[in-house]
């Protein structure tokens, strides 16, 4: 989401005190690696997901370097 919250089981319905942070990050990561179209936080980035993954993959990549750029850009 835009504020940069996550929706993400383990840390809400599912969660339980077993899970430690590298449970949390291997959750995170996997939502990133594998996004569920039929829940998005973005409908119009899963409409893209579902109907052609090298171009949501390209401007998921693309938005990436844009935000590592901006990041340094405001550190200097």
């Not at 995170?28 to 829940?39: A, E, H, K």
């Not at 993959?57 to 200097?76: W, Y």
């Amino acid at each position: 989401y835009a504020d940069g919250s996550i929706c993400l089981d383990i840390l809400q319905r599912n969660w339980s005190p077993t899970y430690d942070v590298c449970a949390v990050l291997t959750s995170i990561r996997s939502l990133l690696n594998d996004p569920n179209p039929n829940s998005p936080a973005n409908n119009e980035a899963a409409k893209l997901f579902l109907e052609n993954r090298r171009l949501y993959e390209s401007k998921v990549r693309k938005l990436v370097e844009e935000s590592i750029i901006a990041d340094q850009v405001n550190t200097d």
